[in-house]
């Protein structure tokens, strides 16, 4: 039907982009290596230790370095080449799950190796994962109106990663064991590092002032928290990421000690999240421009809230996975709509700094939400431990709501 094909273009219309298009292939193989090998590194903790504080430890040490490093990142981020950058952190990435795939597969692993390569790759990702999403605007190019449809797509590839990932991670810890999860994302890294070899990219960094990097990183603060739409965004991304995000790092409690099953439990519970969230970036994939996304920030963080909520009382699988599939979409949308309303807000010399600040809020806010729910789990347990979580992301997606009218006002102070 000429309609359909008319509608799947645009939804898919950053795909017009070379660059683009390689970038969605090569990273969208890579990921689902990533969501293997964190699986797997939560599923060896739990087996190893039993412990539901060293989970949240763990979690805590492999995402404090982006939380510490994130801002000073960004500084860099808005002077340096972006293309450069993402090829060096591909390759230190690719490095760590060798050696972590080397030493499960010999019988030599310790948990202290689990969390010292976690901790580097907590630092690899505190200059990869701002440098990442400034680079989604330098394969779009001069068509800025295809940015949000781009941000959209990207979640899109991040989150069936997301569902693929677990899902083919359980199987294969089910039947040959963890190694060889860390071994797969090893060699899926040559996906991205191929792609990001075959672009042609064109980057104009000469025209960002380059100033001292503290007063950089002065500057970029002073940004961000001194306008409304990208103070508020930060702050409801810190407070979701610190109340609700930490719930995967109790999903193995959940597989073994509610629900009784065993790694392939987890991977079905991480993928029904994982259907949601790729539910939700095809919903805001297609819309048409970044117009009202701000609506959608309050209605993700309260369907977050209440499937998390949902899932805290579940004790049969088929109510669980559907309330994972509510919280996966409810926590998608509001964080692309975030990413979104950032990328189209920011002004292009501060991108870096800003979309730091977003790592920060959206990764590095987490590893104190699983220390703390990893603490809290072991005196209460976790499902009320995930309840507490939910609850406050309803709360903060009525926080937001209230200050629409200042957003609004801001954004369009015409209409």
């Not at 219309?13 to 970038?23: G, K, T, V």
């Not at 680079?135 to 990663?161: C, H, T, W, Y």
């Not at 519970?269 to 994982?274: N, T, V």
Request: charged content about 10%; some cysteine.
């Amino acid at each position: 039907m000429p309609g359909n094909g008319i509608m799947l273009g645009f939804v898919t219309r950053a795909f017009r982009h070379r660059n683009y298009r390689l970038f969605f292939s090569g990273q969208g193989l890579s990921l689902i290596g990533t969501w293997m090998q964190r699986l797997a590194v939560s599923w060896l903790i739990y087996r190893l230790t039993g412990s539901p504080f060293l989970l949240g430890l763990a979690g805590f040490v492999g995402q404090l370095p982006l939380f510490i490093f994130a801002s000073f990142a960004g500084v860099f981020i808005d002077r340096w080449d972006r293309y450069r950058l993402l090829l060096v952190t591909q390759i230190f990435a690719m490095i760590q799950a060798s050696v972590l795939a080397a030493l499960t597969l010999t019988g030599h692993v310790a948990v202290w190796h689990l969390f010292a390569l976690s901790a580097f790759l907590g630092l690899i990702n505190a200059f990869d994962m701002p440098a990442r999403q400034s680079f989604i605007i330098d394969m779009v190019g001069q068509r800025k109106e295809d940015l949000p449809n781009a941000i959209a797509l990207n979640s899109l590839m991040v989150n069936g990663a997301r569902l693929a990932g677990p899902f083919f991670a359980g199987l294969a810890v089910a039947a040959f064991g963890e190694g060889i999860c860390f071994l797969l994302n090893a060699l899926s890294f040559l996906a991205i590092v191929v792609a990001l070899l075959a672009m042609n990219i064109t980057q104009k960094r000469d025209t960002i002032p380059k100033t001292r990097p503290l007063r950089g990183l002065a500057e970029g603060y002073r940004y961000a928290f001194g306008f409304p739409p990208i103070r508020y965004v930060l702050i409801v991304l810190s407070l979701v990421s610190l109340m609700g995000m930490s719930y995967q790092v109790l999903m193995p409690i959940f597989a073994k000690g509610v629900l009784h099953g065993g790694p392939s439990t987890l991977g079905f519970l991480m993928a029904a999240a994982g259907v949601g969230a790729v539910l939700s970036a095809g919903n805001l994939a297609f819309r048409k421009n970044a117009k009202g996304i701000e609506r959608f920030i309050v209605l993700g963080a309260a369907l977050f809230g209440i499937g998390l909520m949902g899932f805290s009382f579940s004790r049969h699988l088929a109510l669980s996975l559907f309330a994972m599939l509510v919280a996966g979409f409810g926590m998608m949308t509001a964080l692309t709509s975030c990413n979104t309303m950032l990328q189209t807000t920011v002004d292009e010399d501060k991108r870096g700094r800003v979309m730091s600040l977003y790592a920060m809020g959206f990764q590095g806010m987490t590893p104190f939400g699983n220390l703390m729910a990893g603490s809290l789990a072991s005196h209460i347990g976790a499902p009320s431990t995930v309840f507490i979580g939910g609850g406050c992301c309803l709360i903060t997606s009525l926080f937001f709501g209230r200050k629409l009218p200042v957003i609004r006002k801001t954004l369009h102070p015409e209409g």
